[in-house]
Nanobody, 126 residues
Framework: QVQLVESGGGLVQAGGSLRLSCAAS????????VAWFRQAPGKEREFVAA????????YYADSVKGRFTISRDNAKNTVYLQMNSLKPEDTAVYLC???????????????????WGQGTQATVSS
């Protein structure tokens, strides 16, 4: 079992960058697939990006492809989301989610991940 804590959110102007971190407790985090989701006020929680246990596979939503990069450092039990060229429509609470998996297949479904953090707010002003 893991506990997830997100950080790195904040207020940035359109075109700027933020780097989010998802720090995990637990010695087996390196065996977990990890995803980032986001939820804007009044909207459904949506998939942003995912990374496999080894970091060898990644998967992005079309809306962030080419602007966001997901990565992980298993020695530090941390997954990162580098967000560049931010737009006002990227404003949301960003949550990380994880589930044990040795597969290279990555899901964009919320129900594929059983462990969730509390989220960090990212606000992009126009």
């Amino acid at each position: 079992q893991v506990q997830l804590v997100e950080s790195g959110g904040g207020l940035v102007q359109a075109g700027g960058s933020l780097r989010l971190s998802c720090a995990a407790s637990g010695r087996t985090f390196s065996t977990y697939a990890v995803a980032w989701f986001r939820q804007a006020p009044g909207k459904e929680r949506e998939f942003v990006a995912a990374i496999s246990w080894s970091g060898g596979s990644t998967y992005y939503a079309d809306s962030v492809k080419g602007r966001f990069t997901i990565s992980r450092d298993n020695a530090k039990n941390t997954v990162y989301l580098q967000m560049n060229s931010l737009k006002p429509e990227d404003t949301a609470v960003y949550l990380c989610a994880a589930d044990p998996s040795y597969s290279a297949y990555l899901s964009n479904r919320r129900d594929a991940y059983n462990y969730w953090g509390q989220g960090t707010q990212a606000t992009v002003s126009s």
